[in-house]
């Protein structure tokens, strides 16, 4: 049985999950190896978030990513990616100065980065520029609560909108945002009754993280997800699987093997000579022509270094 192709899930199709009650599910990744592993899941949205400033480059918050950093890193995810929707955090300072450099910094990460949408923290004083943006064509991805660009403003990562103020002011902000034009609505480290709340209120999907199962949708860092760093667990995240161990215990043993010249061996290594493929046979009734060369091998990735 032929299996049929899956096609690219585009912003009406997320967008559809609401209406039909499906959660959402996004996850993150940085490059072309990852994302080829995510795709082949039933992912909705890979983001390359500018949470590549911590897991990828090791700095302790997010607000060090360029927009070069975040565009590059789209392209890599791109190259990889057949059937989920590529969302690209705009990161800080990118869209904050003015409108204007808000939607020429929006299309840089559409045009050359390669994603279908963006993604901007904050709500009323983002607003003009994220309608400026959804104007121009560029579907938006919203962000409330635990906004990490605003880490210095929150005094560290903690959860927001505990008073009754400050839920008020979210729960207007994410009407707002969704009124502009946002097509979903990231909802971070908030308590998990309003979020339900939020949820309920609007037409467009809310993706959560840290803010309870009534969202319409979900998402985590890759890196946490995999458990690729054992010493970082906060609350809100699950391991679905503890990779830490085993790659330190792959690492260690090739290190173990390569010292006591156990790797490589006969079986990883090449002879002296190299003779050429067989030239295939020409074809009943057709001669070969004088001067023919046998099909080049194809090039392989794995046996002759790094390169």
Do not use: W
């Amino acid at each position: 049985m032929t299996e049929v192709p899956r096609k690219p899930i585009t912003v009406p199709d997320i967008l559809a999950r609401k209406r039909e009650g499906v959660p959402v599910v996004m996850v993150t990744s940085y490059d072309a190896t990852m994302t080829r592993l995510i795709d082949a899941c039933d992912v909705d949205i890979v983001l390359v978030g500018d949470s590549l400033g911590m897991v990828v480059q090791g700095h302790a918050h997010t607000l060090e990513v360029e927009l070069d950093d975040v565009v590059y890193h789209a392209r890599c995810v791109r190259r990889a990616l057949r059937h989920a929707h590529l969302c690209a955090d705009m990161p800080f300072m990118s869209y904050q100065v003015s409108v204007e450099q808000a939607l020429t910094n929006a299309g840089q990460l559409i045009r050359k980065g390669g994603a279908a949408s963006v993604k901007i923290e904050g709500g009323e004083s983002v607003a003009p520029a994220i309608a400026k943006i959804v104007a121009a064509g560029i579907p938006v991805m919203g962000h409330l609560g635990l906004t990490p660009q605003s880490v210095h403003a929150f005094g560290g990562f903690k959860v927001q909108a505990r008073d009754e103020a400050a839920a008020d002011k979210l729960r207007r902000e994410a009407k707002l945002l969704e009124q502009i034009g946002c097509f979903a609505l990231v909802l971070e480290g908030i308590p998990a009754t309003l979020a339900r709340e939020v949820s309920q209120s609007l037409s467009i999907p809310t993706i959560g993280i840290g803010a309870g199962v009534g969202c319409d949708g979900q998402v985590l860092v890759i890196h946490d997800l995999l458990g690729l760093d054992d010493g970082f667990q906060p609350k809100f995240v699950k391991r679905f699987a503890e990779l830490a161990a085993p790659i330190r215990s792959a690492v260690s043993d090739y290190a173990r093997e390569v010292r006591a010249r156990e790797f490589p061996g006969v079986e990883h290594s090449f002879g002296p000579g190299r003779s050429a493929a067989p030239a295939p046979a020409p074809a009943p009734g057709v001669l070969p022509t004088e001067n023919e060369e046998p099909p080049a091998e194809p090039r392989r990735r794995a046996g002759y270094g790094p390169g």
